[in-house]
T-cell receptor, first 114, second 115 residues
């Protein structure tokens, strides 16, 4: 069975600081991995995805994530936080079958202070 | 611009009522999903559908049913609402095909309160 674990339900950073949100996965088949973001009172939107091409994936708004098979990790980073990055972030995994539902982590709330 | 719309942003119902949550997508997507989102639990899949009139149970289908009579519309039904179904409900859709694998498009959510 597939699963994802997000380490830390809340992360607080200062504006301009590095953002690091942690995600570890478990999968018996090659995984496809995703990060979604949810801004207040909105639905989720895709930040980036790993689908077995490049292990370093760049997404929107300056975010990137690196797939590390040896560590079963897919951590999300951004070099310099902005106030507008404050949101809830979800890591998700699916098998390599088209149309298969995603399995989401429990989410990490990112707070950014000035 | 792709769009998934949900019939209500906020809904208040009484225990025992039959509740319908509607979701419509305008992207001609084959797959549609219903999740519920609760603090500290993330998103949990209730049901999904990969074609008209087809449905599959997700992780927490108990107390829910779904209907997909048309490709663009996916309805979630609470047969007899209970207080433990108070939650945020999110609908999503996705196309079939390797190029778009896993990318789901979400509606804004319906916050349901059952009294």
């Amino acid at each position: 069975a597939q699963s994802v674990t997000q380490l830390g339900s809340h992360v607080s950073v200062s504006e301009g600081a590095l953002v690091l949100l942690r995600c570890n996965y478990s999968s018996s088949v090659p995984p496809y991995l995703f990060w979604y973001v949810q801004y207040p009172n909105q639905g989720l939107q895709l930040l980036l995805k790993y689908t077995s091409a490049a292990t370093l994936v760049k997404g929107i708004n300056g975010f990137e994530a690196e797939f590390k098979k040896s560590e079963t990790s897919f951590h999300l980073t951004k070099p310099s936080a902005h106030m507008s990055d404050a949101a809830e972030y979800f890591c998700a995994v699916t098998s390599n079958q088209a149309g298969t539902a995603l399995i989401f982590g429990k989410g990490t709330t990112l707070s950014v202070s000035s | 611009d792709v769009k998934v719309t949900q019939s209500s942003r906020y809904l208040v119902k009484r225990t025992g009522e039959k509740v319908f949550l509607e979701c419509v997508q305008d992207m001609d997507h084959e797959n549609m999903f219903w999740y519920r989102q609760d603090p500290g639990l993330g998103l949990r899949l209730i049901y999904f559908s990969y074609d008209v009139k087809m449905k599959e149970k997700g992780d927490i289908p108990e107390g829910y049913s779904v209907s997909r009579e048309k490709k663009e519309r996916f309805s979630l039904i609470l047969e007899s609402a209970s207080t433990n179904q108070t939650s945020m409900y999110l609908c999503a859709s996705s196309p079939t095909g390797q190029g778009a694998l896993g990318e789901q498009f979400f509606g804004p959510g319906t916050r349901l309160t059952v009294l």
